[in-house]
């Protein structure tokens, strides 16, 4: 895990923490294991048969609109470019809609960060028209655009 995620994009991009090392990755992996205990998230690793882990994907469950789910996702450095983040979006996109119930899922991009709206594009999402949302990560300003999963 920590050489899948301390890397420089991973650090600009996502919210993990950076430097990602040994301790971040227990704290991160206690609160995924606390979330998915309660109910909130399911967090897998992007694998290829089952093989060595190269990324993860997230979905993220709403506590206020059950009919409502985000889902994230990040993969090494050396793994990015082979289509593995859009066919892992696509497969817990199926999984939230089919087995999950959920009917709206939706990712939040970074404006900017065109590798993830590729991702966005393969996996079947739309950048919608809402309003971006304005916060600040890591010290720096950041402005996340709202992608929805268009079922047609």
Same mark, same amino acid.
Not at 37 to 59: F, I, N, S, W
Not at 61 to 78: N, R, T
């Given at each position: 895990?920590?050489?899948?995620?301390?890397?420089?994009?991973?650090?600009?991009?996502?919210?993990?923490?950076? =430097?990602?090392?040994?301790?971040? %990755?227990r704290?991160?992996?206690?609160?995924?294991?606390?979330?998915? %205990?309660?109910?909130?998230?399911?967090?897998?690793?992007?694998?290829v048969?089952?093989?060595?882990?190269?990324?993860?994907?997230l979905?993220?469950?709403?506590?206020?609109?059950?009919?409502?789910?985000?889902?994230?996702?990040?993969?090494?450095?050396?793994?990015?470019?082979?289509?593995?983040? %859009?066919?892992?979006?696509?497969?817990?996109?199926?999984?939230?809609?089919?087995?999950?119930?959920?009917?709206?899922?939706?990712?939040?991009?970074?404006?900017?960060?065109?590798?993830? %709206?590729?991702?966005?594009?393969?996996?079947?999402?739309?950048?919608?028209?809402? =309003?971006?949302?304005?916060?600040?990560?890591?010290?720096?300003?950041?402005?996340?655009?709202?992608?929805?999963?268009?079922?047609?």
């Amino acid at each position: 895990m920590v050489g899948l995620f301390d890397d420089p994009d991973v650090a600009y991009w996502t919210p993990l923490a950076s =430097p990602f090392d040994l301790e971040a %990755a227990r704290v991160y992996l206690k609160r995924a294991q606390e979330r998915r %205990a309660a109910g909130k998230r399911v967090q897998l690793a992007v694998t290829v048969d089952g093989g060595e882990p190269m990324g993860e994907v997230l979905l993220m469950l709403s506590e206020l609109d059950l009919d409502v789910a985000e889902i994230g996702y990040a993969m090494g450095a050396a793994y990015r470019g082979r289509g593995l983040a %859009a066919r892992a979006v696509r497969v817990m996109t199926d999984f939230a809609h089919d087995t999950v119930g959920v009917s709206r899922l939706l990712l939040e991009i970074e404006a900017g960060n065109a590798a993830s %709206a590729a991702v966005a594009r393969a996996s079947g999402y739309r950048l919608t028209e809402a =309003p971006p949302i304005h916060s600040e990560e890591k010290g720096r300003p950041i402005s996340l655009q709202t992608w929805e999963y268009d079922h047609a």
